[in-house]
């Protein structure tokens, strides 16, 4: 036995076999695993334990063909041919059980490329609920390669999946397939595709056997959950559920948070003698930090659903349902899965439009893309709610803060529809595109695939909470920090000195303390380079009625949005007591109050805010994701451009009509 692998095998299969449960069920990798075509988006590597020694798995996105009609099947194309490394120098092909002509059909073209082939039979028991019944050895008999029947979510069958395997390698022979072409033009292919289909109906004589059933619990669902009226109105009852369970599941885990983070920020903060040091960790490290991590139980609740919905089968029908919508604005349903995915972040969304094989569908939807509302705008959402929206249940019912979340998810959506249609219009295309989408059986969500997207979702979270939201919250207390003039220090520790020499008891003496504080850092923060940058470019952001503090946090978040509520904590929570415990940054921003003493937040100016950072495009790495898949800057400038002139305008208007009814 080699310490290393010894050969490398490709692991494919058809969009929704199970292949990437498979894959990391062989190499125990945490890969993303959804129950919807287009979900991994590139090829990924692990190691395969096998009787004979290790050997490297890859798994290539899911794919129909090897005609490469879309990006995601170029990939295959490019790996199985050699261009892009080493060609592989077996397959594991996993084919489903309830549709085997359908996988056949791309097993037909595997297998011409004649390397050493097992196939994997998965999903029996769907088959068999569907009066389908797969005779593994007869098929395999048919076919001329072992045909090993699993049940990958499971992980039934691996064992001898990797024992057939071993097998095929030591013996060397490559498999034979029916020999046709792969693509051909016009009549040509027409020719081959016809048989291609004819060698996946012989294959299957005699290893396939159908009985009657009634009508499958599946088709029973979807008669409610696909109807134009009544499915549109379950989504919206379901997304309408999540967003209320963001509130009410994640409150008192983000209180235990709070009070956590300000513990531990008194706790380090105390032997600290006062000086630049003590300034920095409070305002700059605990605020910025630790007034994100609070957000991390919300984050998690959202992941939650997303996961479930996606393993269990509902994100296929969402996009069924949306391709009646889409078709009006020159998209498909095939654009919403990538839209669906970007509520949880951008760049996976903008990944999986390589599904897409029409270039300018796939354009548009990366262009429109991150209009939806990440996570990463979770925490500014919740954060202004809090501090100036009471949570009032609206009928008895639904918390008013959960129908404001819902309503800002669902503008991004909205606007993303005369948006798509623009720009299809600008582009001179024709109809819509066929919209084909296999619609899976509905399963119970497994735990442990749940369990895997939601931690890494939010160790990802974290580890941005403690890198770019770090590095920024520091610039920002920097510049709010300087300059410091010798004769405005000097002022300040006179004052200081005066009341030191006061006759008062200990407790008014520590109030009067706190309170000369205050008033010495907000001069120091008003006399600081942050607040020449602000009131510079004030004028700007002054019809969304901004304070220049606001406008400073909101510009330092142009690079990860995520990093907004940190700059709020190193700006408003720079004037908390010595101890760190400021009451938490909703509180501060409550109090805040601009030079004139008028309050800096408003509702009006919250919502403003709310509604500027769910249109706006502060987000450096979704950004360079448009660049790298559009091929071009221009895109990413564009997106970036027409994003924030959509947010100042619609900040705008958001902040005069909150105003005209009394909110501001």
Excluded at 69 to 94: H, T, W
Excluded at 152 to 178: I, T
Aim: hydrophobic letters at 50%; glycine letters at 10%.
């Amino acid at each position: 036995m080699t310490d290393g692998p010894r050969f490398r095998a490709a692991l494919a299969g058809n969009p929704n076999v199970g292949k990437t449960t498979l894959f990391n069920a062989l190499t125990g990798l945490n890969q993303r695993t959804g129950n919807y075509p287009g979900v991994t988006v590139h090829w990924h590597a692990g190691t395969w334990n096998i009787p004979g020694g290790p050997i490297e798995l890859l798994d290539l996105p899911g794919s129909y063909s090897l005609a490469a009609r879309s990006p995601d099947e170029a990939v295959v194309q490019r790996l199985l041919s050699g261009q892009d490394g080493p060609r592989p120098e077996a397959l594991l092909v996993i084919i489903d059980a309830s549709n085997p002509e359908r996988n056949l059909y791309f097993l037909s073209q595997l297998m011409d490329l004649g390397l050493p082939t097992v196939v994997a039979l998965n999903m029996g028991d769907v088959a068999e609920s569907k009066g389908l019944k797969v005779d593994a050895a007869a098929l395999a008999r048919s076919l001329g390669v072992p045909v090993v029947p699993i049940l990958a979510h499971k992980r039934e069958g691996l064992a001898a999946l990797g024992e057939a395997m071993e097998r095929v390698v030591a013996d060397k022979r490559g498999a034979v397939g029916p020999g046709l072409p792969v693509d051909g033009p016009g009549a040509a292919e027409a020719a081959t595709i016809r048989g291609r289909y004819e060698w996946a109906r012989m294959r299957l004589v005699g290893a396939i056997t159908r009985s009657e059933v009634g009508i499958s619990f599946s088709d029973r669902v979807d008669k409610v959950l696909t109807h134009r009226v009544w499915g549109l109105l379950v989504m919206i009852l379901v997304m309408g559920m999540i967003f209320q369970s963001i509130y009410a599941w994640s409150q008192p885990v983000m209180d235990l948070l709070d009070a956590f983070v300000r513990w531990g920020g008194a706790k380090i903060l105390a032997p600290l003698p006062a000086g630049m040091l003590k300034d920095l960790l409070s305002a700059g490290v605990i605020a910025g930090v630790g007034s994100v991590l609070v957000f991390l139980p919300q984050i998690a609740v959202l992941f939650i659903f997303i996961a479930i919905l996606e393993d269990c089968g509902y994100m296929a029908r969402s996009a069924f349902l949306m391709d009646r919508i889409f078709a009006r604005i020159g998209l498909s349903g095939r654009s919403f899965i990538p839209l669906l995915s970007s509520f949880a972040c951008a760049v996976p969304g903008i990944l999986a439009t390589r599904t897409i094989s029409d270039r300018r569908e796939r354009l548009t939807t990366m262009l429109v893309a991150p209009l939806m509302s990440c996570s990463a705008r979770l925490p500014i959402y919740t954060i202004l709610m809090a501090a100036f929206l009471p949570s009032r249940r609206i009928f008895g019912l639904v918390d008013q803060r959960a129908l404001l979340l819902l309503g800002l998810y669902g503008m991004g959506l909205l606007l993303a529809v005369p948006v798509a249609w623009a720009l299809r219009k600008r582009m001179h295309t024709g109809p819509a595109p066929l919209f084909i989408i296999e619609l899976p059986g509905y399963k119970w969500p497994e735990p442990r695939t749940v369990f895997r997207r939601v931690w890494e979702q939010c160790r990802e979270f974290v580890t941005n909470a403690g890198t770019i939201i770090l590095a920024v919250a520091v610039v920002v207390w920097a510049l709010g920090a300087f300059p410091r003039p010798q004769p405005l220090l000097d002022r300040f520790a006179a004052d200081r000195a005066a009341l030191a020499s006061r006759t008062v008891d200990s407790g008014t003496m520590a109030a009067q303390r706190d309170e000369l504080l205050r008033v010495q850092q907000a001069e120091l923060l008003r006399q600081s380079y942050l607040a020449r940058m602000g009131r510079a470019i004030g004028p700007v952001f002054e019809p969304l009625g901004w304070d220049w503090r606001v406008t400073m946090a909101a510009l330092a978040s142009f690079p990860a949005r995520e990093v907004v509520v940190g700059s709020l904590g190193a700006i408003f929570n720079a004037n908390g007591d010595e101890e760190g415990e400021s009451g938490g940054l909703r509180d501060a921003l409550a109090k805040a109050r601009r030079d004139d003493g008028k309050p800096v937040f408003t509702l009006a100016v919250a919502l403003s805010l709310m509604v500027f950072f769910a249109l706006c495009a502060q987000c450096a790495s979704t950004l360079a994701v448009i660049r790298r898949e559009s091929g071009h800057w221009g895109w990413a400038a564009f997106t970036f451009s027409y994003m924030t002139l959509l947010a100042w305008f619609g900040g705008a208007l958001t902040y005069h009509l909150a105003v005209a009814f009394g909110l501001g």
